[in-house]
């Protein structure tokens, strides 16, 4: 698996970039959760749950079934109009199905079960350049976990902050370009409002 920071930096650029209007603060927080949840899956290690099973670690969490059908649950649980629905709800489901992404780019352990219930197989991408991160707070803070959060700033944060900061730009630049026709034909209307002469009429 990749870090929680990692996980949680994609819905956390995402929701900036679609701004406010559409993911509020309540929803930004379930997607951070649901872009964390899959890894809970690890207590199936204290149970005796082995790693290949599709219940065991990276197996049915880590689907793109079981993303879709936690963002449909919270989007029922959430009452949204209906217009907020489909973008939350792909929002939600994203940021759970990136945690499957960026884990099927590391080197390490076995891939993950993104096609779960279709297929058993684990997948990781052909290009994997992330690290694995140590599973526990005690192993976190050592050299490994150092290593693992570098290299992930460099491979995740910047490009994610780069690409969803681009966004956020362009957002916004439309936003402007918008005031300033509004502005543009307030002014015209306004100027066609001359004062009413009188004048004499000469004979
Ligand atoms: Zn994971």
Redesign the pocket.
């Known amino acids: 698996?990749s870090t929680v920071f990692s996980h949680a930096i994609v819905p956390v650029s995402l929701g900036l970039a679609l701004g406010r209007n559409i993911i509020s603060t309540r929803v930004l927080l379930v997607g951070i959760l649901f872009a964390i949840l899959?890894?809970l899956d690890v207590i199936g290690f204290a149970h005796g749950i082995a790693y290949h099973s599709p219940w065991g670690?990276?197996g049915f969490t880590?689907s793109i079934v079981f993303a879709i059908c936690c963002g449909w649950v919270a989007v029922c649980c959430f009452k949204l109009p209906q217009n907020r629905s489909v973008p939350v709800f792909l929002f939600l489901s994203f940021s759970m199905i990136s945690?499957?992404l960026l884990?099927a780019m590391t080197f390490g352990g076995l891939g993950?079960g993104i096609g779960w219930p279709f297929t058993d197989q684990r997948f990781f991408f052909s290009w994997r350049p992330l690290p694995v991160s140590p599973i526990g707070i005690e192993r976190f803070f050592n050299y490994w976990g150092m290593y693992v959060i570098k290299k992930e700033v460099v491979r995740i944060w910047l490009p994610l902050l780069g690409v969803f900061g681009f966004i956020w730009i362009a957002r916004y630049a439309v936003k402007a370009s918008r005031i300033r026709r509004y502005v543009r034909v307030w002014s015209r209307l306004t100027a066609r409002r001359k004062p009413i002469t009188i004048r004499p009429i000469n004979r």
Request: net charge negative; glycine share 0%.
């Open positions: 698996m899959p890894d670690h990276r880590h945690h499957a884990d993950v």
